[in-house]
């Protein structure tokens, strides 16, 4: 267990008080910020950022280093830095976390990252439900700039940065980087067709960074202990730690900095201490509710990109949700789609149109109504979604779909067959209700 | 006031959203009127359209008046699994309404939400911009009468 625990970004989580300046001062808070702007020159940050070998954490796993560079390069004079924190892929807490048990690591991270890309402003987008997070980050930026660490001339240089939080209003498709953007200059959240790319047209069509709180969160490490340092703990293929969520039918559930390398059985049976009332594992769903659903069976794959990728499946943003054996996958998958027919924003047809018809063909099996030609819609309808859609939600969407017919094809033919295993659905050719 | 708050936050395009936000904090039954959104299209030079686009496209805004407390139920999966759907159903029981309902007292209005973030104390509900988690019968009976004594 030692192992498989790290504290890098969470160092500090529960160890100071996410109010006080002070508390993180002392505990060596802006050490790296100072380093960064009195030794180092942007262009040394983003090369150590690309010798860590960082890659986004929200979901894509975009090396930062090279989308760093970008923006660095760009050849406007006004850029932007963006903080995505519209955390709201279910079954994830970890951006939470972070900001409401270290907001001032997030406030010193977003500035070495405006520093390097040599950025004047940054915003930082947090979910309109995560009330004392963004208390905490308002807080944490009031008293940075009181310190002197946000406004002009910060440390006496030529650098002058200052950062302004925004909040979400309920709309899931937000956390999409250019639905943000969107929103952020106030018009509805909807996508925007890419390329350009916000490094090179995103707000207001000034050159962006956008990450994620949790890859900023490892900005201050890689400045303070170089980008080889950070590469001692993971593997080839993803350096450094990974936060995850544990969530769902698990009796140890929460936030937990792991090594990238871990098998997911790790996670469940020591990390998540396994599944609570003495019922089995029946399936876990791991990187939020567009990710991959899969068995048991396959435990043995490691928190690992290119280990996951070879099984078609991503970390996602970290969450892993367990599922025990008085489940339905039916059931489950239902409520995903009525989640994602709910959240499309409705830009392109085959998302706008795509879940909700998922979610009907899913509804007839859960009500008993569906035939074995509905295998074939389902097929039909996931393709086009995955190839077709204008941005993740719909082409990321279909997958619980796809996973699950996949390695659960068995739980859809007994449904066919007027069989609900567990005995949720109610099979009752949507009579009930 | 609206006018307050739109000076406060300064008349520009990419203030719409904390403007409109504020105005329905501001706002007892938790709403936006009408003559608000006409009022912050005027000041603001949005097309009333827009503004009633935008108001429209995230659930957080009510263009119907709505309870004191707003409880946000969360129905995603790792809420579902530890029984979101019983929390929804003790919730119906105790204030007698529907979810998307107010009651007649003008105390609490019942929402579905997204995913609250609160996974590792499933199930969760946001009630008055509080969270909270471990729910069951008893602790949201609890909680409505602490709610009901305020």
């Not at chain 1, 569906?370 to 039909?380: E, F, G, M, R, W």
């Not at chain 2, 307050?4 to 520009?12: E, L, P, Q, V, Y």
Request: glycine share 10%; with cysteine.
């Amino acid at each position: 267990m030692a192992d498989l625990i790290l504290q890098r970004l969470t160092k500090h989580c529960g160890n100071i008080d996410p109010y006080d300046i002070d508390d993180y001062t002392a505990a060596g808070g802006f050490k790296a910020l100072t380093k960064a702007l009195l030794l180092m020159k942007p262009q040394e940050i983003i090369d150590e950022t690309k010798a860590s070998k960082l890659v986004g954490r929200g979901g894509a796993a975009f090396p930062t280093g090279a989308k760093m560079q970008m923006v660095h390069d760009a050849p406007n004079n006004i850029k932007y830095v963006i903080c995505n924190a519209d955390e709201g892929e279910p079954g994830t807490f970890k951006d939470r976390y972070l900001m409401e048990s270290d907001p001032y690591q997030i406030v010193e991270s977003i500035i070495i990252a405006g520093y390097a890309v040599k950025a004047q402003k940054a915003y930082i987008y947090i979910r309109g439900e995560y009330d004392k997070a963004i208390a905490l980050i308002k807080n944490a930026i009031e008293r940075t700039r009181e310190t002197g660490y946000l406004g002009k001339n910060i440390l006496r240089q030529r650098f002058n940065f200052d950062i302004e939080v925004r909040t979400g209003a309920g709309a899931y498709i937000c956390g999409e980087e250019f639905a943000l953007i969107e929103s952020l200059e106030g018009k509805s959240g909807r996508p925007r067709y890419k390329p350009p790319y916000p490094p090179i047209a995103g707000l207001w069509d000034c050159p962006t960074l956008i990450n994620n709180v949790e890859t900023l969160a490892n900005l201050p490490y890689i400045v303070l202990n170089g980008g080889k340092e950070f590469r001692s703990v993971g593997t080839d293929s993803s350096s450094g730690t990974k936060l995850i969520c544990l969530s769902g039918n698990i009796i140890n559930k929460g936030v937990f900095e792991v090594p990238f390398g871990i098998t997911l059985r790790d996670i469940i049976y020591s990390i998540g201490q396994g599944i609570p009332n003495d019922k089995e594992l029946k399936m876990i769903q791991i990187g939020g509710a567009s990710g991959s659903c899969i068995p048991p069976s396959m435990l043995d794959i490691k928190l690992d990109l290119a280990d996951m990728r070879q099984h078609d499946l991503s970390p996602g943003s970290g969450a892993i949700i367990a599922f025990d054996n008085t489940r339905c996958v039916i059931d489950i998958v239902k409520s995903l789609l009525r989640f994602f027919a709910h959240e499309s924003c409705g830009k392109c047809t085959p998302c706008r149109e795509g879940n909700p018809q998922l979610y009907n063909i899913i509804n007839d099996f859960s009500n008993g109504t569906a035939t074995v030609d509905n295998y074939k819609a389902l097929d039909s309808l996931t393709q086009t979604m995955q190839q077709a859609a204008l941005c993740g939600l719909g082409q990321a969407s279909p997958m619980p779909v796809v996973s699950t017919l996949r390695y659960f094809k068995e739980e859809y033919d007994m449904h066919l067959s007027g069989n609900c295993p567990a005995g949720i659905c109610s099979l009752d050719g949507g009579q009930a209700k | 006031m609206v006018e307050d708050i739109i000076m406060r936050h300064g008349a520009t395009e990419d203030k719409l959203m904390p403007i409109l936000l504020d105005i329905q904090n501001s706002n007892e039954r938790h709403y936006l009127k009408e003559e608000d959104l006409k009022t912050v299209s005027k000041i603001l030079g949005i097309p009333e359209s827009r503004v009633y686009s935008v108001v429209t496209f995230y659930s957080f805004f009510s263009l119907k008046p709505r309870g004191k407390y707003i409880i946000q139920i969360c129905d995603n999966a790792p809420c579902i699994v530890n029984g979101a759907y019983n929390v929804i159903d003790d919730f119906r029981r105790a204030l007698g309404i529907d979810m998307g309902q107010t009651t007649n007292d003008g105390m609490f209005t019942l929402e579905h939400s997204s995913c609250l973030g609160c996974c590792s104390h499933a199930p969760a509900a946001r009630i008055g911009g509080e969270l909270y988690g471990d729910l069951n019968t008893d602790r949201i009976n609890s909680i409505l009468s602490e709610l009901r004594r305020q």
